[in-house]
């Protein structure tokens, strides 16, 4: 069964400084991988998404991931984060040919001190 | 478009009393998931429709939790009785072609407080 993996439960980051949080995957198939943002009180906001093409995405706040199918990764970064950045992160994954739903990982917390 | 609407954002109710949930997704997508969320156990699927038609209901808990999609534009989550142990954020989302690499539109939850 496919399964992502957020081994970072909390992080914490001096405002300006850069971040990566990181997603693992597992399954043999070609992913559909995506990574939300969700702050307290408030549903989840997709902040980008892979496909196929270009394994570097841009996506929304400043935000990029990196697909790299020889690690089975797909982590997220910004190069200068800011105080309003503080929330929970969400990678998901998903296949073709299995049941059209996505598997999210447990979350990783972002704390942003300044 | 107004994205996933949710209603009521925040619900408490007593144990034993029935609690009804309601979603309306996004026009024009097909496919309406339900997730629950809990510190404990993260964010859980519990069912999704696609078409007005249930795929896979195997993350409900038990049978005191039901839904349903009557239309495209309506779907509802029951608890009955509910338990303080259903206490946690209640999601919808919707999405277009399913998995298609489209991703879902998350609604803003409802809070679900049972004492």
């Known amino acids: 069964a496919q399964s992502v993996t957020q081994p970072d439960i909390h992080i914490t980051v001096s405002e300006g400084a850069s971040l990566e949080l990181r997603c693992n995957y597992s399954?043999?198939?070609?992913?559909?991988l995506f990574w939300y943002v969700q702050s307290p009180g408030q549903g989840l906001q997709l902040l980008l998404k892979?496909?196929?093409?270009?394994?570097l995405v841009q996506g929304i706040k400043g935000f990029e991931a990196e697909f790299k199918r020889s690690q089975s990764s797909f982590n997220l970064r910004k190069p200068s984060v800011h105080w309003s950045d503080a929330a929970e992160y969400f990678c998901?994954?998903?296949?073709?040919?299995?049941?059209?739903?996505?598997?999210f990982g447990t979350g990783t917390r972002l704390q942003v001190t300044l | 478009d107004a994205g996933v609407i949710q209603s009521p954002r925040h619900e408490v109710t007593e144990m034993g009393q029935e609690v009804t949930l309601r979603c309306k997704p996004i026009?024009?997508?097909?496919?309406l998931f339900w997730y629950r969320q809990t510190m404990m156990r993260g964010l859980e699927l519990l069912i999704y429709?696609?078409?007005?038609?249930?795929?896979?209901d195997s993350g409900m808990p038990e049978d005191r939790f039901s839904a349903k999609m009557p239309n495209a534009s309506f779907s509802t989550l029951k608890i009955q009785p509910s338990e303080p142990r259903d206490s946690a954020v209640y999601f919808c989302?919707?999405?277009?072609?399913?998995?298609?690499?489209?991703?879902?539109?998350f609604g803003s939850g409802t809070r679900l407080t049972v004492v």
């Open positions: 399954y043999g198939a070609t992913p559909y």
């Open positions: 989302a919707s999405s277009s072609q399913g998995l298609g690499g489209y991703g879902y539109t």
């Open positions: 892979y496909f196929s093409g270009d394994t």
């Open positions: 998901a994954v998903g296949f073709t040919g299995t049941a059209s739903k996505l598997t």
């Open positions: 429709f696609n078409n007005n038609v249930p795929i896979d």
């Open positions: 026009s024009g997508h097909d496919y």
